[in-house]
Structures are given as C-alpha cells and as structure tokens.
C-alpha cells in the first residue's frame, strides 16, 4: 500500500516520455538538414570572408556628412561597405537611408562602435574581413577644437593610432585618409600645393597633422598602400535628394558656412553673421576654396582606386579656385532665394586669411578634376535636400 502523497512511476509511461523526446531530436536534427541544404541557409557572415572580384571596405565616420556620400558612392560601384559610427556626429538616417537603397545581404552593414575604445575596434577587424579602410571618423570644427583641444587630440590623433594598429595586426593593406587642408595653417603664398609646409594654426589641424605624421611613419616599414587626401571647404549634397548635410543643434555656432546660411534662409537663426572683415583679402572677409562633397568623394573612389602596396600619396582636392565668404553669402541668397540679413563681427580664434588649392597633382596622377564648380548650384542642391528635410533625417 503506498504511503500518502507519494506515487511510483509507471514504467510504460516513462518509456512514452523518452520516445517522444528521441522523436523531437530527430525532427529538430532534420530540420536543421533541411535548412542547410536551402539554397537561402548562410551560416557564414559573407562580411567576415574574403570574396574574390569583391572589395570590402571599412568607411568610419559612414554616417556623417560626407562619410555616407562616399559609401552611396561605394556602394553604387559594387563595393561592399562596412559603416561604423558612434552616431556622436552621424546620422542613423542617413544610413537607413543606404540601407533601403542596397537592402541585398552582403552588400552594406552598419556597427555602432567608438573608435576610441581599442577593444571593440580589435573585435570589429577580427570578426570581418577588409579590404580597405576609408578613415573619415572626426570631429572637424575649426572653432570647436580651440576650445576643446583635448577631445581633437583624442578623436582624431589617438583614434586615428587605433584603427591604424588594427589594420596592421590583421594585414588590411590599404588605408584612405581624409585629411584637411586646415594642417598648412596660414601658407605665405597661394595657391597651397602638396609641398606647401604644414604649421596648423588651431588645435584642429594640428591634430590632423600628428595623425597623418603617425601613418607615414608607419608606413615607412610596412606595405601597406597610403592615400592622404588633404581636401578643403565641403558644400553640396546628392543630386537625386537622398541625402544631405544634419548637423546637430547644438553644435551651429560651430557649423559651415552652408549650414548657416540655410538655416537663416529658413528662419531658424536670425540672419548670418559673418565673423572677420579685416583680413588682408579682396573684400575684407576670408577666402575659401569650395568643394562639392559629390567630386570629394570621386576623388576618395579614385585614391582607392590607385592605391598601391608600399607606396604613399598625397594629394590636395579642392577646386583651384578662391571665394570670398561675402561672395559665398550672395550665392547663398540667389540659391535659396532668399533675403538673409548678415551681421558682420570680430574674427573667429584659428581661422586665417585666404586657402585654396593648386590641384594639378590630383588631376594629372589620379586623373581626377573637380566637376561641380558653379557655388550656386551646389548650394541649390543642398538647399533643396534641407527645404524637404526640415528636421534632418528625423523628417522627410
């Protein structure tokens, strides 16, 4: 007689029980077979192999401004992209954006990731396979980094060793670098070739500058392909209106000139205020060398193109051509047709007189020329992308 409360197990019942499981094991086992044998069934992220007639490149900073123009751009050429961006600068839009135009598997993949933590950076190279490195990644604001230098020095010097160790450690041979014209300072004579002397004048350049003084370095002992591109004042944006130029309220007062002029044109801010009229140019105010973000980033296709084992380049991209921030406010009006009030105040900290480029290295070694050059139009181009865009990539 059993005691209360307790109960034998029936031994049929048990062996009904391990039946069913065996069964379920067989079924998952087949399905799993199943699975592999279909011909949709991947188990290896096509992003951490090597593919033969496919180049795989890493584009930091791929959701800012420019960094998501030069992945559209790769990603029309065939090329298979790997975005990674705190987002601290960049837009989630914007990549959304990409990955709605190229949602094919293997084709784009965004990762959240500060390049100031080597951890995560070691973990990005070891777990995909590169090709090449577009280096973007950077705050970039002339007035910003004079008044905190020390975040320059970190996000684009030390962040630029970072991705520069792990490059070397899993053998990715080929490194484009986005540089600035901002690391020759105030040159004597115009206009600035690549033999120019750099004396960065702002903790800016100077910060790009110790960045590009670590690559050559480094490259003097390795094999590693180096293109620097050393580019001058951005504007413009997709022709066919996908994307555009976002930056962050709060970082305005820091912004381009572009921005400024938009906003006013929108009422956002009230009028433009132009900062230095005494400058020892034409019209008093500084004198800039524009280049359309549409052929900087031909000129990064091309660089990457042509990069080669072993062997450095150096190039200056901008149009050749200068432009007073007086002339740049009246193509602004005309653009957005606009009647922009501008108050004119004391200088900036760091900015200097006059910049513009000699592209004639570029252009014979890379056969690669400016094409966008009307002020006008690239400013109407942009200018529509912010007319459809009011909020940034937050409206459409």
């Known amino acids: 007689m059993p005691f209360s409360g307790l109960e034998y197990a029936d031994p049929k019942k048990k062996g009904n029980l391990i ?64 975005i990674v961006d705190n987002l601290s600068r960049g837009n989630l839009g914007a990549v959304k954006v990409l990955q709605e135009l190229f949602p094919e598997p293997g084709r784009l993949q965004f990762i959240y990731a500060d390049l100031g933590d080597a951890k995560a950076v070691n973990k990005i190279f070891s777990e995909n396979a590169f090709d090449a490195v577009i280096h973007f990644a950077a ?32 053998g990715v041979k080929t490194l484009i670098y986005s540089s600035t ?12 070739t690549e033999e120019t002397p750099q004396v960065p004048i702002n903790p800016y ?51 381009r000139i572009s ?20 400058y020892s140019t034409a019209d008093g105010t500084c004198v800039r060398d524009y280049i359309d973000v549409n052929d900087l980033v031909d000129a990064h296709v091309k660089a990457l193109e042509r990069a080669k084992p072993s062997k450095v380049g150096i190039y200056n991209v901008g149009t050749g051509k200068g432009r007073s921030v007086k002339d ?3 193509a602004c009006k005309k653009a957005t047709a606009a009647d922009i009030k501008v108050d004119f105040e004391p200088r900036r900290p760091g900015d200097y007189a006059e910049v513009y480029s000699d592209p004639t290295k570029i252009r014979r070694e890379l056969n690669w020329t400016a094409t ?25």
Request: aromatic share 8%.
């Open 372 to 396: 966008h050059t009307d002020l006008q139009e690239s400013l109407g181009i942009a200018w529509r992308w912010q007319k459809a865009h009011r909020d940034g990539y937050g409206s459409t």
């Open 19 to 82: 039946g069913k499981i065996l069964l379920a094991a067989a079924l998952t086992a087949l399905c799993i077979i199943m699975l592999k044998q279909s011909p949709s069934f991947n188990t290896t992220n096509v992003f951490s192999k090597h593919e033969e007639g496919v180049t795989h490149v890493l584009v930091t900073g791929g959701a800012g401004y420019i960094g998501s123009h030069a992945a559209l751009r790769l990603l029309k050429d065939k090329y298979r992209v790997t």
């Open 181 to 192: 014209c901002a690391t020759y300072g105030e040159p004597e004579k115009m206009p600035i």
């Open 205 to 255: 350049g100077k910060a790009k500058k110790m960045a590009e003084d670590i690559i050559l370095d480094f490259s003097k002992n390795s094999d590693m392909g180096v293109m620097i591109l050393r580019y001058f004042n951005v504007i413009g944006s997709d022709p066919e209106g996908r994307l555009g130029e976002a930056p962050r309220p709060e970082l305005r007062n820091h912004g």
């Open 139 to 170: 705050v970039a604001y002339v007035g910003e980094s004079t008044l905190d230098p020390l975040k320059y020095y970190h996000n684009i010097t030390s962040n630029t060793l970072v991705v520069l160790e792990s490059m070397a450690a899993k």
């Open 259 to 278: 921005g400024a002029c938009f906003d006013a044109a929108r009422g956002i801010i009230n009028g433009l205020k132009v900062k230095g009229t005494d």
């Open 328 to 330: 740049f406010v009246e």
